[in-house]
């Protein structure tokens, strides 16, 4: 069944969290993000250094054994790509600029599973590895900061009886993170004709939560369809927020997108 993001969802959340994975509850006020930013402001002085470093190590072996370099560029240094034999920049220096917010939609799902690697058995679509930084307004890696990501799949679905295409995951010591999923595909919603996004909420401890969406280039090549016609239709698109992508020689993207938190309220 298709649903779309600012379409009412079913009340599917898919059993209780574990106990021990830190997680921000969804929103039961009303008001967009103000549970989950009471969590981290009540748990982030509670959490140990310890703690804190096993999410660290988790999140970093899970890049290691993706065989994925994540971006250790200092703040004033652009990531680089290698490309054709060429070296080029892909994602441009920090530059300050607090990432634009957007909507949640309805299809949050809180107690998703903690991972990098959102991609489950029976989804297809176009492969990409999407990595980066999360930075604050002064360039300054954010580390174990809470990133969450949910999304629809190859034919425009959300997965609301499971967690296919969902997932959240901390930053690691430099404030890096990593996401394996696919390139999703666009739909008709309350708007209109939505363009192929990523939905994401990111929250530094003890900060405002960040909610936005991830659009793709115009040149993006995926399921047939036209990538420029579709970001140009959809009035919610924010060009700031355009993942950087670079074609894998053997099928698939690698992306990259820093995000630029504002760490006071």
Request: aromatic share 8%; glycine share 10%; with cysteine.
């Amino acid at each position: 069944m298709r649903y779309d993001d600012e379409a009412k969802a079913p009340d599917a959340h898919g059993g209780a969290r574990r106990p021990d994975t830190l997680h921000v509850p969804d929103t039961t006020d009303g008001k967009q993000g103000n549970s989950r930013r009471a969590f981290l402001r009540t748990t982030s002085a509670g959490v140990t250094s310890a703690a804190l470093a096993a999410t660290v190590t988790a999140v970093a072996t899970s890049a290691a054994s993706a065989q994925q370099t994540v971006p250790a560029t200092a703040p004033e240094q652009p990531s680089r790509v290698r490309s054709a034999g060429l070296t080029k920049p892909v994602t441009p220096a920090c530059s300050g600029q607090e990432t634009p917010a957007s909507i949640e939609g309805p299809l949050f799902k809180p107690a998703s599973p903690e991972r990098g690697d959102v991609v489950t058995p029976g989804t297809q679509g176009v492969r990409i590895d999407l990595a980066g930084v999360v930075y604050d307004t002064a360039c300054t890696p954010l580390p174990g900061t809470l990133i969450e990501f949910w999304q629809c799949d190859q034919n425009g679905d959300y997965d609301t009886s499971g967690f296919a295409l969902r997932g959240h995951q901390y930053t690691n010591n430099r404030g890096a993170y990593l996401l394996r999923t696919i390139i999703p595909r666009d739909y008709w919603g309350r708007w209109g004709q939505r363009a192929p996004h990523i939905h994401t909420q990111v929250q530094a401890p003890g900060s405002p939560v960040l909610v936005t969406q991830l659009y793709f280039p115009d040149d993006t090549e995926a399921y047939g369809r036209d990538f420029a016609a579709l970001n140009a239709a959809d009035r919610l698109r924010n060009r700031a927020c355009t993942i950087a992508l670079t074609a894998r020689p053997g099928g698939g993207y690698s992306g990259t997108f820093d995000f630029v938190l504002k760490t006071t309220a």
